[in-house]
């Protein structure tokens, strides 16, 4: 048992490594309201503000997964959550629309050097249930992204924006200690056959079940991001504090990260195609739901936004585990479609978007947004899984 647990020491320095890393990431949603008061910015340009945050953290996220499968080097989860816990850290206190462009890229960036190798080592080092210890790994980073929003709206409303570079040294601590103990690559790894750039992304876009499970991810996280960006614009619209909307956002978040880890039991429960389709499809009612109470019956709305984070993210690790099985050695890049790039194409969509919900109205765009799943979902689960 004692030989188990020090064999399992590094998956579980990697998943605490990613709590930290996605506690940072988490950060800015629920503030950006108030970020935008002060530099004297609109909603519109508030979110394509977020939108580069999700771009430059998940977009790249396969290229740097490419390079992380060909070395043997740690560095890129050292360097990651580095640049991630400064530079998201410091945006807040920016004076200056460019300096907060600037400081949301850089940050963003190490969120995207991180993930791909921290996915592909936690698969690599993993030494039993994979589709178990994936839940564990990715409902870390789910538990830390919904932790980032009570930190720094809690910080905002009782200490204040410029207080917010301080929580950097969390990440800066965190980052020294995998340093010692998370064991080099070399160490515990066979040696890594290189790879060609162009045939290894041409061989994951032209595998036609990889692009339904990216499909699948792209589906939840435009449903996940539109609702973390919108809604805090809406609740400071009707009055609510900065920790009122930093509490929803992290029981939100909180609620997919426990849908994340107990998604392996969920699936033997109910079937795996059952959980796709009570992940995509159920948002929409719980939407409709949410638009009827949000004003008159606050409480029964906090609920139904709650529930929508857990039912959206509880198929996420079973994604993650059926797409780095079909092609195995390319876990990192494949990470990187999976956990990135996925969020890259729908942060693309959202500075559009931002601008439409500031025309039409938030709920009216939320609505259609989380409708599109409904079209969507019954033909590609049914393509994915005919080829079993």
Do not use: H
């Given at each position: 048992m004692k030989q188990q647990n020090e064999k399992n020491l590094p998956s579980i320095w990697l998943n605490c490594a990613h709590f930290i890393n996605d506690t940072?990431?988490?950060?800015?949603?629920?503030?950006?309201?108030f970020i935008a008061v002060k530099l004297g910015i609109s909603m519109a340009i508030a979110t394509?503000?977020?939108?580069?945050s999700h771009i430059f953290s998940s977009l790249i996220q396969p290229i740097f997964g490419f390079f992380a499968d060909n070395i043997?080097?740690?560095?890129?989860?050292?360097?990651?959550?580095?640049?991630?816990?400064?530079?998201?850290?410091?945006a807040p206190s920016s004076k200056s629309l460019l300096l907060l462009i600037m400081f949301v890229i850089a940050g963003s960036m190490g969120s995207s050097i991180f993930h791909p190798q921290a996915l592909g080592l936690s698969a690599k080092f993993t030494t039993s249930d994979a589709a178990k210890n994936m839940g564990y790994f990715i409902g870390m980073g789910t538990l830390g992204f919904a932790f980032g929003p009570i930190v720094s709206a809690g910080v905002t409303q009782f200490l204040g924006l410029d207080k917010i570079p301080v929580l950097s040294l969390f990440g800066i601590i965190w980052a020294l200690l995998m340093f010692k103990f998370v064991p080099k690559i070399s160490d515990k790894l066979e040696q890594i056959e290189h790879k060609n750039f162009t045939e290894t992304f041409s061989s994951i876009i032209k595998n036609s079940r990889l692009r339904l499970l990216i499909s699948i991810s792209i589906l939840k996280t435009l449903v996940t991001t539109s609702c973390t960006i919108?809604?805090?614009?809406?609740?400071?619209?009707?009055?609510?504090?900065?920790?009122?909307?930093?509490?929803?956002?992290?029981?939100?978040?909180?609620?997919?990260?426990?849908?994340?880890?107990?998604?392996?039991?969920?699936?033997?429960?109910?079937?795996?195609?059952?959980?796709?389709?009570?992940?995509?499809?159920?948002?929409?009612?719980l939407m409709i739901?949410?638009?009827?109470?949000?004003?008159?019956?606050?409480?029964?709305?906090?609920?139904?936004?709650?529930?929508?984070?857990?039912?959206?993210?509880?198929?996420?690790p079973i994604t993650m585990v059926l797409a780095q099985s079909v092609i195995p050695e390319y876990k990192s890049i494949i990470g990187g479609f999976i956990n990135g790039f996925s969020?890259?194409?729908?942060?693309?969509f959202m500075s559009g978007i931002g601008f439409l919900a500031q025309a039409n109205g938030i709920i009216p765009v939320?609505?259609?947004?989380?409708?599109v799943p409904i079209i969507f979902t019954p033909p590609v689960i049914k393509k994915l899984f005919s080829k079993n």
């Open positions: 940072y990431t988490g950060m800015l949603n629920p503030i950006m309201p394509v503000v977020l939108s580069l043997t080097k740690r560095a890129f989860v050292f360097w990651g959550i580095l640049m991630t816990s400064t530079f998201i850290s410091l919108l809604l805090p614009f809406l609740w400071k619209g009707i009055g609510k504090t900065p920790f009122y909307i930093g509490f929803a956002l992290f029981a939100f978040t909180f609620a997919g990260g426990i849908g994340s880890l107990i998604s392996r039991k969920i699936e033997q429960k109910l079937g795996t195609t059952n959980v796709f389709y009570i992940s995509l499809m159920a948002t929409f009612p739901i949410f638009a009827l109470t949000y004003k008159n019956y606050s409480e029964i709305a906090f609920g139904i936004f709650v529930l929508t984070g857990f039912v959206t993210m509880m198929a996420m969020w890259g194409i729908v942060a693309v939320l609505l259609t947004i989380t409708f």
